[in-house]
């Protein structure tokens, strides 16, 4: 357990498919993180919540949706997505004065995403 | 501009095996950090170390080191005495005022 929970831990979507991916942390941080790894690649900052508020957004497609509804929970809504989409989707949370990560990030497992 | 090199994209040892994880970073900034994930098969990053640009002291964990030299921009990682469950891949990051970069990862294959 590390403290930031991801549901689910494996998706299998079609392309139509509208989907969504739950990240949940309970460690008192209020900065929240989705990361993208897919093989052979770094991971890729997706976007950055900050005390609910979307602060960085990495040219990520409109096809990828976040929402953070409180600082504890953070989601990434998912529509009309393509087969390189498919990838692990990490979510990490720090405390909002850390967001340089001085102290670290604490990351979920993952979600293991297939796109058919 | 950041930027953080693991050369080394897989590396395969047999157990016992003493390995050197390297990791070399670029930044214009005197106030930084730097810290090893290791990601083990079941995904999630697991933290491992954290060093301040201030502090180049090395450390030593069980058998887990870190050698910390501003001199040459390297931040490298060496296991003693691998064993199985030490097979994951390791990321080197880099953070300065913003948000962690991360390396592209070195794929660690231990053999028994």
């Known amino acids: 357990e590390t403290g930031v929970t991801q549901t689910p831990r494996h998706l299998v979507m079609g392309m139509t498919n509208k989907k969504s991916l739950k990240c949940e942390q309970h460690l008192g941080h209020n900065a929240m993180y989705w990361y993208k790894q897919s093989a052979k690649k770094p991971l890729e900052l997706m976007f950055v919540?900050?005390?609910?508020?979307?602060?960085e957004n990495n040219s990520v497609p409109s096809r990828f949706s976040p929402e953070c509804p409180n600082s504890s929970h953070l989601f990434l809504h998912l529509h009309t997505l393509q087969p390189e989409d498919s990838a692990l989707y990490l979510c990490a949370s720090s405390s909002r004065f850390d967001r340089g990560g001085s102290y670290g990030y604490t990351f979920g497992s993952g979600t293991r995403l297939t796109v058919v | 501009a950041q930027k953080v090199t693991q050369a080394q994209t897989e590396i395969s040892v047999v157990e016992k095996e003493d390995v050197t994880l390297d990791c070399v970073y670029e930044t214009r900034d005197t106030t930084y950090y730097l810290f090893w994930y290791k990601q083990p098969p079941s995904g999630e990053l697991v933290f491992l170390i954290r060093?301040?640009?201030?502090?180049?002291q090395n450390e030593i964990s069980g058998r887990y080191s870190w050698n910390f030299q501003k001199s040459t921009s390297s931040f490298n990682f060496t296991i003693t005495a691998s064993q199985v469950v030490d097979s994951a891949v390791y990321f080197c990051?880099?953070?300065?005022?913003?948000?962690?970069?991360f390396g592209a990862g070195t794929r660690l294959t231990v053999k028994p």
């Open positions: 060093r301040n640009s201030f502090d180049e």
């Open positions: 990051a880099l953070s300065e005022t913003d948000d962690m970069r």
């Open positions: 919540y900050s005390l609910e508020e979307r602060v």
